[in-house]
């Protein structure tokens, strides 16, 4: 007689190779779980130094502008001391001129711009009137004075200018 080989089922074959199919699967869930929970951590915990970052980054993102702004500042200190002390208004006037124009530059290198008016049609966009006057030779709704310079920061609008326009009466 001849032997044949064993034909177990597959259940069989794996249990005489792991008695406990149901503990390893266990084990298998409860590292994915561990795992889970530690990237969620991970998660949670750079979902709030980004936030810390963020904040940290708002509280100083005008530093460098404010520095450059400073220079300003200790520019016009020195033409105020300067009239206090008696040197020639005239001089002390150029002096006030310059630091105004690095002002500007400053203000320019950060993205602000000034916002074009007389001359121009009103634009309720970019003006505010705050008169109407009359202008011989003056097409109706051109800005004729400017009260109060406006200003794009990297072109939006975040003062309008002031300004006064032609009309007929």
Sequence with gaps: MKSEPSQQKPEEEAKKTNPEPHLEQSA?????HEQLLRLRADFDNTKKRLERDKI????FANER???EILHVVDNFDRAMNSLSEGHDPEKVKQGLKLAQDELHKVLEAHGVKRVQSVGLLFDPKLHEAVGVVEAEGTKEGTVVD???KGYLLNGRLIRPSRVRIAGHK
């Design 56 to 59: 940290e980054a708002i509280r």
């Design 28 to 32: 298998k869930v409860d590292d994915a």
């Design 65 to 67: 502008l404010l520095v």
């Design 146 to 148: 400017e009260v109060q």
